[in-house]
């Protein structure tokens, strides 16, 4: 333990993507333990907010089995530990190689940061660039690539909306009670519930803890969301609650939506989606009549049949209603760092106006989007012959054996890569399948940050500086990333040494001396983020040298936001405003505001040629359309059940806490099943089960929990890990999701996995 004394360190949780800032008490061996958390009231985003998770910070800072050398598999399966030099080396040795016999697209890069680090995934390019790798992937396209796809055609950008302030907000899918998206969730949710003027409404076939504070819940059926949003807005288009003037200023194509909608059958979608028409009327009365709402989805839908034609519902809702580009509604706010590429949109379409053109992987041909191949594919395509399959992946940062749909069947197409590096901190079950495996210095060790700035009208970022030194024999991502660029394609001296004095001078003669460089020397930009680490790096202050990067995305923020930068009290020439926002992110530990906006800065910010807001998606009013064939969304005589299989509870985390005793609930592990349907299989409470899906079948304990609707079971994400016991054997505990999951059930646009509709059956063990 720490003494009482002990200094509070200023730092984020890092446990979802809130990234709430946190004080933290060093303690324990060597003092690298997080004996103490407590909020951080200076955080202008979060002021003080934690949840229950954070307290449990160091579950993840001191996690046994941290690797601390790299990994190399010998050729029985096992590892053996080898120096930094010699894993430099060799990657970078196999890299080329297969760059120069097959294609350096032929290597793919997965992830790049978690909930909580963001920072060196952003010096992977340059290395990306140097091997010719062209595909990219990570999480968000098994969850928000079909979202990304509808809002940049319709409002252009990332959308988000304003819960502290709206009058209503509409919670589709989403659970914020457990799992955040915005700012102080579970103050925010009880200021909702308490105030008689907001309303909340929850969209969930679970009684969630954030259904039970709100105003309305609809307690959907699993997988029918599709009916009962097409049903609201027929209801909104039908009784005439839609904003005209609004659509008529500040949008196109809203006609041959109307049209559609005016058709939907309001009442047979409502009964087919297991909602009360009553409820339909009442929910399309109040967001036809609201002054501001906010909406937010998340996997209940992106993970469920229909998911891009769910988010395109979403948007609809407040676009159909005026509730874009105002106070207290959606927005599209400033971003530090754009989290979702945007595509280029196609500018020829086929006779039903579909695009035509638009990027695709290799083999599957897959649509690529937000330039992320989409990961339900990946299997696809690599376990085949096709000449053009990938045949190396670089895996930082994620944990995809686990998280991407059919461990088993990921677990065979590592198997089939020529070459897999896997960058973590933990050996991981992706690491267990890596032909090497480099070891990274933990969140707390080195400078982090997180992208996920998402607020309106005032938003903020926190960069952290390391609470502790890296654990002996690991390094930061940055340097990792630095060192096998060096041994691929390195600089001369001569190039990089006069920046490197610059910065030494101050940042306004290091801006200059860089444009010039960047100006004679195009490997200099091409390599931008390798560069700032390794010249302007050195002159940050003690242990900031990956932090240099950020300078760079200083100054691009600066050049594209300058009204709103301005408005946060940054402000001189482009280049000045850049270099202030830069020093103050180093400065502010406990994080800054950088923008402040005004409702008009989201129709400055679409993107959408000719500024106007977006409604018709041909593609997508097909799909509405097709709800009339009621498909896709039935369980069978063979599968009776619906599994959501991976749920965010009290204590789950992705897999970033590896160790199963954080969990203080007693819920942490189990499979929640409605009393009826227990009753019916003659299962009690902390009893066992077998959990059969088309892809496996486990044995599970049963929590019988009356917040489940019946006929649906969920099972938390994020537990079936190995974590070493006292002893250092291996111990797994609770059910991994993915060994239920199949690939193929997946959207059919997007690709995006059907996890919250699993199709499933359950048995009690007998004589248990
Ligand atoms: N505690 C915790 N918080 C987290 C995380 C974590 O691991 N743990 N992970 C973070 C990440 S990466 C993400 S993406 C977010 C995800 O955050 P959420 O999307 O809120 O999380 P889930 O619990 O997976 O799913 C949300 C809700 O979908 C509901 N649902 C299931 N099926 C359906 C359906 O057919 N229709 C509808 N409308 N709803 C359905 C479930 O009952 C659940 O309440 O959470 C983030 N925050
Ligand atoms: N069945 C099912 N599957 C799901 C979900 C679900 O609801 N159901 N949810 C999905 C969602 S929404 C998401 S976002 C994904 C998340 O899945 P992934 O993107 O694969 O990521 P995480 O589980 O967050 O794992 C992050 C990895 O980073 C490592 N790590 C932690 N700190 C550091 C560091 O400083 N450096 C490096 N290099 N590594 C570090 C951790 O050890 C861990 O291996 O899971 C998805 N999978
Ligand atoms: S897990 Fe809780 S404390 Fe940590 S960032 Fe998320 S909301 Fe904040
Ligand atoms: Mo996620």
Same mark, same amino acid.
């Given at each position: 333990?720490?003494?009482?004394?002990?200094?509070?360190?200023?730092?984020?949780?890092?446990?979802?993507?809130?990234?709430?800032?946190?004080?933290?008490?060093?303690?324990?061996?060597?003092? &690298?333990?997080?004996?103490?958390?407590?909020?951080?009231?200076?955080?202008?985003?979060?002021?003080?907010?934690?949840?229950?998770?954070?307290?449990?910070?160091?579950?993840?800072?001191?996690?046994?089995?941290?690797?601390?050398?790299?990994? &190399?598999?010998?050729?029985?399966?096992?590892?053996?530990?080898?120096?930094?030099?010699?894993?430099?080396?060799?990657?970078?040795?196999?890299?080329?190689?297969?760059?120069?016999?097959?294609?350096?697209?032929?290597?793919?890069?997965?992830?790049?940061?978690?909930?909580?680090?963001?920072?060196?995934?952003?010096?992977?390019?340059?290395?990306?660039?140097?091997?010719?790798?062209?595909?990219?992937?990570?999480?968000?396209?098994?969850?928000?690539?079909?979202?990304?796809?509808?809002?940049?055609?319709?409002?252009?950008?990332?959308?988000?909306?304003?819960?502290?302030?709206?009058?209503? !907000?509409?919670?589709?899918?989403?659970?914020?009670?457990?799992?955040?998206?915005?700012?102080?969730?579970?103050?925010?949710?009880?200021? @909702?519930?308490?105030?008689?003027?907001?309303?909340?409404?929850?969209?969930?076939?679970?009684?969630?803890?954030?259904?039970?504070?709100?105003?309305?819940?609809?307690?959907?059926?699993?997988?029918?969301?599709?009916?009962?949003?097409?049903?609201?807005?027929?209801?909104?288009?039908?009784?005439?609650?839609?904003?005209?003037?609004?659509?008529?200023?500040?949008?196109?194509?809203? =006609?041959?939506?109307?049209?559609?909608?005016?058709?939907?059958?309001?009442?047979?979608?409502?009964?087919?989606?297991?909602?009360?028409?009553?409820?339909?009327?009442?929910?399309?009365?109040?967001?036809?009549?609201?002054?501001?709402?906010?909406?937010?989805?998340?996997?209940?839908?992106?993970?469920?049949?229909?998911?891009?034609?769910?988010?395109?519902?979403?948007?609809?809702?407040?676009?159909?209603?005026?509730?874009?580009?105002?106070?207290?509604?959606?927005?599209?706010?400033?971003?530090?760092?754009?989290?979702?590429?945007?595509?280029?949109?196609?500018?020829?379409?086929?006779?039903?106006?579909?695009?035509?053109?638009?990027?695709?992987?290799?083999?599957?041909?897959?649509?690529?989007?937000?330039?992320?191949?989409?990961?339900?594919?990946?299997?696809?395509?690599?376990?085949?012959?096709?000449?053009?399959?990938?045949?190396?992946?670089? #895996?930082?940062?994620?944990?995809?054996?686990?998280?991407?749909?059919?461990?088993?069947?990921?677990?065979?197409?590592?198997?089939?890569?020529?070459?897999?590096?896997?960058?973590? %901190?933990? @050996?991981?079950?992706?690491?267990?399948?890596?032909?090497?495996?480099?070891?990274?210095?933990?969140?707390?060790?080195?400078?982090?940050?997180?992208?996920?700035?998402?607020?309106?009208?005032?938003?903020?970022?926190?960069?952290?500086?390391?609470?502790?030194?890296?654990?002996?024999?690991?390094?930061?991502?940055?340097? #990792?990333?630095?060192?096998?660029?060096?041994?691929?394609?390195?600089?001369?001296?001569?190039?990089?040494?006069?920046?490197?004095?610059?910065?030494?001078?101050?940042?306004?003669?290091?801006?200059?001396?860089?444009?010039?460089?960047?100006?004679?020397?195009?490997? #200099?930009?091409?390599?931008?983020?390798?560069?700032?680490?390794?010249?302007?790096?050195?002159?940050?202050?003690?242990?900031?040298?990956?932090?240099?990067?950020?300078?760079?995305?200083?100054?691009?923020?600066?050049?594209?936001?300058?009204?709103?930068?301005? /408005?946060?009290?940054?402000?001189?020439?482009? @280049?000045?405003?850049?270099?202030?926002?830069?020093?103050?992110?180093?400065?502010?530990?406990?994080?800054?505001?950088?923008? @402040?906006?005004?409702?008009?800065?989201?129709?400055?910010?679409?993107?959408?040629?000719?500024?106007?807001?977006?409604?018709?998606?041909? =593609?997508?009013?097909?799909?509405?359309?097709?709800?009339?064939?009621?498909?896709?969304?039935?369980?069978?005589?063979?599968?009776?059940?619906?599994?959501?299989?991976?749920?965010?509870?009290?204590?789950?985390?992705?897999?970033?806490? /590896?160790?199963? !005793?954080?969990?203080?609930?007693?819920?942490?592990?189990?499979?929640?099943?409605?009393?009826?349907?227990?009753?019916?299989?003659?299962?009690?409470?902390?009893?066992?089960?077998?959990?059969?899906?088309? &892809?496996?079948?486990?044995?599970?304990?049963?929590? %019988?929990?009356?917040?489940?609707?019946?006929?649906?079971?969920?099972?938390?994400?994020?537990?079936?890990?190995?974590?070493?016991?006292?002893?250092?054997?291996?111990?797994?505990?609770?059910?991994?999701?993915?060994?239920?999951?199949?690939?193929?059930?997946?959207?059919?646009?997007?690709?995006?996995?059907?996890?919250?509709?699993?199709?499933?059956?359950?048995?009690? %063990?007998?004589?248990?």
């Amino acid at each position: 333990m720490a003494d009482k004394d002990a200094e509070w360190k200023k730092t984020a949780c890092v446990l979802c993507g809130s990234n709430c800032g946190v004080l933290v008490q060093l303690g324990g061996k060597d003092g &690298r333990e997080i004996v103490r958390v407590r909020g951080d009231k200076e955080h202008p985003g979060t002021r003080g907010y934690t949840c229950n998770k954070a307290l449990q910070l160091n579950y993840y800072q001191s996690a046994r089995g941290r690797l601390t050398a790299p990994l &190399r598999r010998r050729d029985d399966g096992t590892f053996e530990e080898i120096d930094w030099h010699t894993a430099i080396a060799e990657i970078a040795g196999k890299l080329v190689a297969i760059r120069d016999e097959l294609g350096g697209d032929k290597i793919v890069y997965y992830g790049g940061g978690g909930q909580g680090n963001h920072l060196g995934g952003g010096y992977s390019p340059p290395l990306r660039r140097a091997i010719g790798s062209r595909y990219r992937g990570n999480a968000l396209a098994q969850e928000k690539t079909g979202l990304s796809w509808v809002f940049d055609r319709m409002v252009g950008g990332f959308y988000h909306g304003d819960f502290e302030h709206c009058e209503t !907000a509409l919670l589709v899918g989403k659970n914020p009670w457990q799992s955040n998206g915005f700012p102080r969730a579970r103050v925010v949710l009880r200021q @909702m519930a308490k105030d008689p003027n907001r309303k909340l409404i929850v969209i969930d076939p679970r009684v969630t803890e954030t259904a039970e504070l709100a105003d309305i819940h609809l307690r959907v059926k699993p997988g029918r969301d599709a009916w009962l949003l097409a049903g609201i807005l027929g209801q909104l288009v039908q009784q005439e609650l839609i904003d005209h003037d609004w659509l008529a200023e500040h949008a196109q194509g809203q =006609e041959a939506v109307i049209e559609a909608l005016a058709e939907i059958p309001v009442a047979q979608y409502a009964a087919y989606a297991g909602i009360e028409m009553a409820q339909v009327e009442e929910v399309a009365e109040i967001l036809g009549r609201t002054n501001s709402l906010s909406v937010l989805e998340d996997l209940g839908i992106e993970m469920a049949p229909n998911s891009t034609l769910n988010s395109y519902h979403c948007i609809l809702l407040f676009l159909l209603t005026g509730n874009f580009a105002k106070a207290g509604a959606v927005n599209l706010p400033a971003q530090l760092v754009t989290i979702f590429s945007p595509d280029k949109i196609s500018e020829t379409r086929d006779e039903r106006g579909y695009e035509t053109s638009y990027k695709t992987t290799p083999v599957t041909e897959s649509r690529i989007i937000s330039g992320l191949i989409p990961c339900n594919m990946l299997p696809d395509e690599i376990l085949n012959d096709h000449p053009d399959r990938f045949r190396a992946m670089l #895996i930082e940062s994620a944990n995809p054996v686990h998280s991407l749909a059919d461990a088993k069947r990921m677990r065979e197409t590592l198997a089939a890569l020529d070459l897999v590096v896997v960058i973590d %901190v933990a @050996m991981t079950e992706t690491a267990q399948e890596a032909d090497y495996v480099l070891p990274a210095s933990s969140q707390y060790e080195k400078p982090e940050m997180t992208f996920f700035n998402f607020e309106f009208p005032e938003n903020c970022a926190q960069l952290r500086t390391p609470l502790m030194p890296p654990l002996p024999g690991t390094l930061s991502e940055p340097e #990792i990333h630095a060192r096998l660029l060096e041994a691929i394609d390195p600089f001369d001296d001569a190039e990089l040494e006069p920046l490197r004095a610059a910065a030494e001078e101050g940042l306004d003669a290091f801006a200059l001396a860089f444009g010039a460089a960047a100006n004679a020397n195009p490997k #200099i930009n091409n390599y931008g983020a390798y560069v700032l680490y390794r010249t302007l790096g050195p002159s940050l202050p003690d242990g900031m040298t990956e932090a240099a990067a950020l300078w760079g995305v200083a100054q691009m923020f600066a050049a594209t936001e300058a009204s709103s930068l301005a /408005r946060a009290g940054f402000d001189g020439t482009s @280049m000045q405003a850049g270099n202030s926002l830069f020093q103050a992110l180093i400065a502010a530990q406990s994080g800054l505001v950088f923008s @402040m906006d005004e409702p008009e800065d989201s129709l400055r910010r679409n993107r959408l040629a000719g500024g106007k807001v977006n409604l018709q998606l041909p =593609e997508m009013l097909d799909k509405v359309r097709e709800l009339a064939d009621y498909a896709g969304a039935e369980t069978t005589e063979e599968f009776p059940l619906v599994l959501a299989a991976g749920e965010r509870r009290s204590y789950t985390a992705n897999t970033v806490v /590896r160790d199963p !005793a954080w969990a203080k609930s007693n819920n942490a592990l189990t499979l929640s099943v409605n009393p009826s349907d227990a009753a019916n299989l003659g299962i009690n409470d902390g009893g066992t089960a077998w959990l059969t899906t088309a &892809r496996d079948s486990v044995e599970v304990v049963v929590e %019988v929990d009356k917040r489940m609707l019946p006929g649906t079971i969920s099972l938390p994400n994020g537990f079936g890990l190995s974590y070493p016991d006292a002893q250092g054997n291996q111990v797994v505990t609770g059910i991994s999701p993915n060994e239920l999951t199949a690939v193929e059930d997946r959207d059919d646009f997007a690709y995006t996995p059907w996890h919250k509709f699993v199709l499933a059956r359950l048995e009690a %063990v007998a004589g248990r």
